[in-house]
């Protein structure tokens, strides 16, 4: 069955970076665009970042924009997020999913990302 196992998150100072992973299985991970999300505490999840299925398209959400990178290895079945310029508005729990989340209606355990002086 489809999982994702997001990894990397913890605790940085504002302007730090983190470098999140998610090892994805249960389907054909290079035939598929992936995405990542995250939640806020109290808040909706919304949308950060997408790749392509070979990496050529990349889309980002407007707050991180020019400080987060999405990537791909699909030969390793993983998708990563570079996250530089780290600000305490992005403390929330990060998960991955597939370039439309709604494809399988399943959501990983996610990562926790907390940015504090």
């Known amino acids: 069955q489809v999982r994702f196992v997001e990894s990397g998150g913890g605790l940085a100072q504002p302007g730090g970076s983190l470098r999140l992973s998610c090892a994805a299985s249960g389907f054909t991970f290079s035939a598929n665009g992936m995405s990542w999300y995250r939640q806020a505490p109290g808040k909706e999840r919304e949308f950060v970042a997408r790749?392509?299925?070979?990496?050529?398209?990349?889309n980002y959400a407007d707050s991180v924009k020019g400080r987060f990178t999405i990537t791909r290895d699909n030969s390793k079945n993983t998708v990563y997020l570079q996250m530089n310029g780290l600000k305490p508005e992005d403390t929330a729990m990060y998960y991955c999913?597939?370039?439309?989340?709604?494809?399988?209606?399943?959501w990983g355990q996610g990562t926790r990302v907390t940015v504090s002086s």
């Open positions: 999913n597939l370039w439309d989340p709604r494809t399988y209606d399943y």
């Open positions: 790749i392509s299925s070979l990496g050529a398209t990349t």
